[in-house]
């Protein structure tokens, strides 16, 4: 049984009490910025001239940017649990967003980030998206107040008046935005707009499909739309677990198999406006932060719960192990602290287990022992940071990704073809599968003690 399980077993009753000093006027506020379904490079600086993103692009010009960010697992549900409680979904049987609700879980609150900064002397307010399992979707059992349900631009306007309040306390504030997620709903009304799910798409959906004003059909897809990702194709050796993933949401296999090459440069389209449009409800939060001289006094940590691929391999959605389902956003600003407009492209970093520890490391807070991730502070302070991983683990329903920087090796559970090894030096786009060339035999078996290590810590 793993470190987590013992722990909860043995002491289920105990309270995670964090060890901090009092209250003290150099401890920094802190505010989370979540968006959903957003890639890395989904931001215009990454170099992505298909949109314009000024909000985000101002926290990287402040703040660092990191390169190699990858959510814990890339679906919802359990993305989420690891950034709030700071373990890998799997060690409590985690998988998917449907995954049952089990006994574990309903200890998890009492641990969770909100109580282990509330305990510290911060206030915690927690405003938009939660999509937490089981009792944790109560984030005021997680230690929160709930300053707004709204995920849209109800919640910048909370957030706005929550920073123009006199505080006599630090805050921890989470603003969890839910765009450009309602991209999710083009191929789902593609496929069946009848459907319950596609009868619920958001009009910001419809408004980021449209054409600019006095843009002819021609002139659009010739000037003004995306084109298509350079790696647009599947990749050669796809394993056979990603195929059956598609045919258990049958929109996707749909949309894989059906749409044009207009479909999905038009779902490129609304996916950059859905983008624009959190961009600026993040803007306003900013706006608000400096208007109120909070800035220099705040760190703002902003990442997304996972990507979506975006065209990438003809699937959209989530949950594979691809760089654009994977690979977050991930700044963190700090005026006069972090390096203003660094970018870290060596460390190998989670938004998942490592986002506990940072915020921690800001309040002065020691984090539960038992946690498996690492404070980014140092790393964006450029400070030393002492040995860092050598591989990082990612989760999915399918199957278990290991990343070591140059190479990506999955291990999925069913299939005749269940490995896939990728070398984004010679193949950044993953258009190929090495797991079966025998020139990168040795490398492979490299990766498989990687995934061997990485799973004998969360399994029994």
Same mark, same amino acid.
């Given at each position: 049984?793993?470190?987590?399980?013992?722990?909860?077993?043995?002491?289920?009753?105990?309270?995670?009490?964090? *060890? /901090?000093?009092?209250?003290?006027?150099?401890?920094?506020?802190?505010?989370?910025?979540?968006?959903?379904?957003?890639?890395?490079?989904?931001?215009?600086? *990454?170099?992505?001239?298909?949109?314009? +993103?000024?909000?985000?692009?101002?926290?990287?010009?402040?703040? @660092?940017?990191? %390169?190699?960010?990858? /959510?814990?697992?890339? @679906?919802?549900?359990?993305?989420?649990?690891?950034?709030?409680?700071?373990?890998?979904?799997?060690?409590?049987?985690?998988?998917?967003? $449907?995954?049952?609700?089990?006994?574990?879980? !309903?200890?998890?609150?009492?641990?969770?980030?909100?109580?282990?900064?509330?305990?510290?002397?911060?206030?915690?307010? #927690?405003?938009?998206?939660?999509?937490?399992?089981?009792?944790?979707?109560?984030? +005021?059992?997680?230690?929160?107040?709930?300053? +707004?349900?709204?995920?849209?631009?109800?919640?910048?306007?909370?957030?706005?008046?929550?920073?123009?309040?006199?505080?006599?306390?630090?805050?921890?504030?989470?603003?969890?935005?839910?765009?450009?997620?309602?991209?999710?709903?083009?191929?789902?009304?593609?496929? &069946?707009?009848?459907?319950?799910?596609?009868?619920?798409? =958001?009009?910001?959906?419809?408004?980021?499909?449209?054409?600019?004003?006095?843009?002819?059909?021609?002139?659009?897809?010739?000037?003004?739309?995306? =084109?298509?990702?350079?790696?647009?194709?599947?990749?050669?050796?796809?394993?056979?677990?990603?195929?059956?993933?598609?045919?258990?949401?049958?929109?996707?296999?749909?949309?894989?198999?059906?749409?044009?090459?207009?479909?999905?440069?038009?779902?490129?389209?609304?996916?950059?406006?859905?983008?624009?449009?959190?961009?600026?409800?993040?803007?306003?939060?900013?706006?608000?932060?400096?208007?109120? $001289?909070? !800035?220099?006094?705040?760190?703002?940590?902003?990442?997304?719960?996972?990507?979506?691929?975006?065209?990438?391999?003809?699937?959209?959605?989530?949950?594979?192990?691809?760089?654009?389902?994977?690979?977050? =956003?991930?700044?963190?600003?700090?005026?006069?602290?972090?390096?203003?407009?660094?970018?870290?492209?060596?460390?190998?970093?989670?938004?998942?287990?490592?986002?506990?520890? *940072?915020?921690?490391?800001?309040? $002065?807070?020691?984090?539960?022992?038992?946690?498996?991730?690492?404070?980014?502070?140092?790393? /964006?302070?450029?400070?030393?940071?002492?040995?860092?991983?050598?591989?990082?683990?990612?989760? &999915?329903?399918?199957?278990?990704?290991?990343? +070591?920087?140059?190479?990506?090796?999955?291990?999925?559970?069913?299939?005749? &073809?269940?490995?896939?090894?990728?070398?984004?030096?010679?193949?950044?786009?993953?258009?190929?599968?090495?797991?079966?060339? =025998?020139?990168? %035999?040795?490398?492979?078996?490299?990766?498989?003690? #990687?995934?061997?290590?990485?799973?004998?810590?969360?399994?029994?």
């Amino acid at each position: 049984m793993n470190r987590f399980l013992t722990v909860l077993v043995l002491v289920s009753c105990l309270v995670f009490v964090a *060890t /901090a000093p009092s209250v003290a006027a150099d401890r920094p506020n802190l505010l989370l910025i979540i968006t959903d379904q957003q890639h890395a490079g989904m931001m215009s600086c *990454t170099g992505n001239r298909w949109l314009k +993103t000024p909000a985000m692009d101002e926290l990287a010009r402040t703040g @660092v940017r990191f %390169e190699r960010a990858y /959510a814990a697992n890339p @679906v919802c549900v359990p993305s989420r649990f690891s950034m709030f409680s700071g373990f890998y979904p799997s060690s409590i049987g985690m998988r998917h967003n $449907g995954s049952k609700v089990t006994e574990v879980v !309903e200890r998890m609150p009492e641990r969770a980030m909100g109580w282990l900064l509330r305990r510290a002397g911060y206030q915690t307010v #927690y405003g938009g998206k939660v999509h937490l399992p089981g009792p944790m979707a109560d984030i +005021t059992r997680c230690g929160f107040d709930r300053l +707004t349900p709204d995920q849209r631009d109800g919640l910048a306007d909370a957030c706005v008046e929550f920073l123009g309040r006199q505080h006599d306390k630090p805050f921890l504030l989470v603003a969890s935005f839910i765009n450009p997620h309602d991209i999710c709903y083009m191929a789902i009304r593609a496929h &069946n707009a009848e459907s319950g799910l596609g009868r619920a798409a =958001p009009p910001p959906l419809f408004e980021a499909m449209k054409f600019p004003d006095g843009v002819s059909v021609e002139d659009f897809y010739a000037r003004h739309c995306p =084109p298509l990702p350079e790696n647009f194709e599947p990749t050669v050796g796809e394993p056979d677990a990603i195929g059956g993933l598609l045919d258990l949401r049958a929109f996707r296999r749909y949309v894989r198999d059906n749409w044009t090459e207009q479909d999905w440069r038009l779902h490129r389209w609304a996916y950059c406006r859905l983008t624009e449009r959190v961009d600026a409800q993040i803007g306003r939060v900013l706006k608000a932060l400096g208007e109120n $001289g909070l !800035e220099k006094d705040t760190v703002v940590v902003f990442t997304s719960d996972h990507g979506d691929m975006d065209a990438a391999h003809r699937i959209e959605h989530k949950t594979t192990f691809y760089e654009e389902a994977t690979r977050v =956003p991930l700044i963190i600003r700090y005026p006069g602290r972090a390096k203003a407009g660094q970018v870290d492209r060596e460390h190998l970093v989670s938004s998942g287990i490592d986002l506990i520890p *940072t915020l921690c490391d800001y309040a $002065g807070v020691a984090p539960p022992e038992d946690l498996e991730g690492r404070s980014l502070r140092p790393l /964006a302070e450029g400070r030393e940071a002492g040995p860092w991983r050598e591989s990082l683990l990612v989760e &999915n329903e399918i199957g278990f990704m290991v990343h +070591t920087g140059r190479y990506k090796y999955r291990r999925y559970d069913t299939g005749e &073809n269940r490995e896939m090894l990728n070398d984004l030096q010679v193949d950044p786009g993953e258009m190929k599968n090495f797991a079966g060339d =025998p020139a990168y %035999e040795k490398i492979l078996e490299e990766h498989r003690r #990687y995934m061997d290590s990485h799973l004998g810590v969360r399994r029994p």
